[in-house]
């Protein structure tokens, strides 16, 4: 039963970061601002970001919940809390901010903290859970690809 607290914990939290993340965007894909930046040819629609976002979420609690079910640990704790900071401070630098070359940092690091995830944490209970990290781990190179056109382009 432990796990499924886990697992609504970091639903909230995961969430919550989205969120917070969204209103620190400052009209995000709406904006002036992004409208008028040359974007990849591979930039998908607005809804495909949703639909992205709520899956990668919904997965990525799942596979948390059963890392930290099975090796909870003050580390894992410190670099879950970076990895929420990095995804939620993103927003933040990319659209509030316009620092583009700052937020291709950001947005790397994040990517490297998800395939640390997948790298490390593999014992037996771990081994098929990790795949629930392909979601992540797939938008997250389409996004730094995207981040980086921008950086390049503008």
Known sequence: MKRNYFFIFFLVINFTGLAIGSWLMDGGSTGD??????????????WVFGAAWTTIMLTFSW??????????SKFLWILYGFQVLLNVSWNWIF???HLTNIALVII???????????????NDRLKTAKYLLLPYMIWLCIATSLNAYIVINN
């Not at 601002?33 to 607005?46: E, H, Q, V």
């Not at 790397?108 to 593999?122: A, E, H, P, S």
């Open 95 to 97: 659209f509030s901010q």
């Open 108 to 122: 790397i690091l994040l990517t490297l903290v998800i395939f640390y995830y997948f790298i490390t944490f593999r």
């Open 63 to 72: 596979y948390l919940a059963e890392l930290f079910f099975n090796r909870a």
């Open 33 to 46: 601002w992004y409208n008028n930046l040359s974007k990849a040819p591979w930039t998908p629609t607005g």
